[in-house]
């Protein structure tokens, strides 16, 4: 084999094994270089929060694969924790430990610039509404992502509550890159139920949580 035919397929392999995995129309370039994780909670025999026929861990895929687009048309490297509905549990004893484990190790073999874990919250109240940040305080960075993204929601939505710190969740204790998560609204109300599931309200969601974070960047 000649060197010209040897640079051919070597050069074929780079761009092949560089592609991403989702087509996405190229919007601008001001993420490229970021590299993130996208976490969508619960999965499998976890179905997470529900609302009668509205199951969270579906809806929280539905929306991360919407985001992973989103920042790849900006021009970032995007991974996701699972891709369809399965949780990365190995064993059924713990199974919950075991999957948040599992995600925690993930974004931590990826060592991304960001993660972000979106999941829909719940309450014994129906009044309760709104998305919220939460963010723990095992990386210095995760407040200032909170913020600055909680800050740039509220002026775009109304129904954006503040961010709050939570020591309490097991995985993001684990995860040593900077990252917050999301809860993009409350499936228990009526209101916010509703949206989630507008898929025009979804696509503006989507949007604003990407403009959030290339405007964290952008500082």
């Known amino acids: 084999m000649n060197k010209y035919k040897l640079l051919i397929i070597i050069c074929f392999f780079l761009v092949t094994i560089s592609m991403p995995k989702v087509t996405a129309v190229v919007k601008n370039l001001n993420l490229l270089g970021k590299t993130i994780v996208l976490d969508a909670g619960h999965g499998g025999k976890d179905e997470g929060a529900s609302s009668g026929k509205i199951k969270e861990s579906k809806l929280n895929l539905i929306l991360v694969k919407k985001l992973e687009k989103e920042l790849i048309s900006r021009g970032a490297t995007v991974y996701l924790t699972r891709e369809d509905d399965n949780d990365l549990s190995t064993t059924t004893i713990n199974r919950k430990r075991s999957d948040l484990y599992r995600r925690a190790q993930y974004i931590n073999k990826i060592s991304p610039d960001m993660y972000i874990s979106l999941h829909l919250n719940s309450s014994p109240s129906p009044s309760w509404r709104g998305l919220q940040i939460f963010y723990t305080n ?65 696509n503006k969601l989507i949007t604003l949580i990407a403009d959030s974070i290339e405007n964290y960047y952008q500082k």
């Open 138 to 202: 095992n990386n210095k960075e995760n407040k200032e992502i909170a913020l600055s993204l909680t800050n740039y929601l509220k002026e775009k939505l109304s129904n954006t509550r503040e961010a709050k710190k939570d020591s309490t969740y097991y995985m993001y204790k684990h995860i040593k890159s900077p990252g917050v998560l999301i809860e993009a609204g409350f499936i228990s109300n009526p209101s916010d139920n509703y949206l989630l599931r507008d898929e025009k309200y979804q």
